[in-house]
């Protein structure tokens, strides 16, 4: 069982929709990410959070706002996505910023149709 | 541009034979880890390495990092059908923040 708890595990949304989604760890880490992973390629970053901070944004499109509610919780507002989004988006937790490991959730598959 | 490749891509091989893969860079890396991914699930932590020269052995995978610390190996005795699965490498190069993963192995073992 991963420690770190991705919801929902599949989404699917049209275009106009707002959906979130919502990522949980307990281990204590202080640093969380995001990644978008597409069919057969490595994950890709698109936010870090560093003590509840965002500290890193890697050109992500404002369609996607990530926010941390507190050091546990990260969370992905998606609104507005087009069909080239469909993927696996993942979470992921460090014990400081750029510390690695990283523990992965299982994801959340999206697809926007 | 990719700085961290992986060879091979695809590897189909039979129960019970020896692979390797390998994670190369031209740029050195403060350390590298490698992960395993199977589907519908995210990446899990295999090991990771720090100094250059480094080996490690888990069970029958063996990971060893170059001495300059600018590429990984991973080999795997005896293959099993549960060794079936996307194999990526990763790591911060030296003097960046950025995390990135390898291009990936994708590899399945027949039974």
């Known amino acids: 069982d991963t420690e770190v708890t991705q919801t929902p595990k599949h989404l699917v949304m049209g275009m106009t929709n707002k959906k979130s989604l919502k990522c949980e760890q307990h281990?204590?880490?202080?640093?969380m990410y995001w990644y978008k992973q597409k069919a057969k390629k490595p994950p890709e970053l698109m936010f870090v959070?560093?003590?509840?901070?965002?500290?890193i944004n890697e050109s992500v499109p404002s369609r996607f706002s990530p926010e941390c509610p507190n050091s546990s919780l990260l969370n992905l507002h998606l609104h507005a996505l087009q069909p080239e989004d469909s993927a696996l988006y993942l979470c992921?937790?460090?014990?400081?910023?750029?510390?690695?490991?990283?523990?992965f959730g299982d994801g959340t598959r999206l697809s926007i149709l | 541009t990719q700085l961290l490749e992986q060879s091979p891509q695809f590897l189909s091989i039979q129960e019970g034979e020896n692979l390797t893969v390998y994670c190369n860079s031209s740029?050195?890396?403060?350390?590298l880890q490698w992960y395993r991914q199977e589907p519908g699930e995210g990446p899990v932590l295999l090991v990771t390495?720090?100094?250059?020269?480094e080996v490690k052995k888990l069970k029958r995978l063996t990971f060893q990092f170059g001495d300059a610390r600018k590429d990984s190996s991973l080999h795997i005795t005896a293959a099993q059908p549960g060794d079936t699965g996307l194999y990526l490498c990763?790591?911060?190069?030296?003097?960046?923040?950025?995390?990135?993963f390898g291009t990936g192995t994708r590899l399945k073992v027949l039974a």
């Open positions: 992921a937790s460090s014990q400081e910023s750029w510390e690695q490991p990283q523990h």
């Open positions: 281990m204590g880490h202080r640093a």
């Open positions: 959070y560093s003590y509840e901070k965002l500290s």
């Open positions: 740029s050195v890396f403060s350390s």
């Open positions: 390495v720090v100094t250059g020269g």
């Open positions: 990763a790591g911060v190069k030296k003097g960046t923040y950025k995390y990135i």
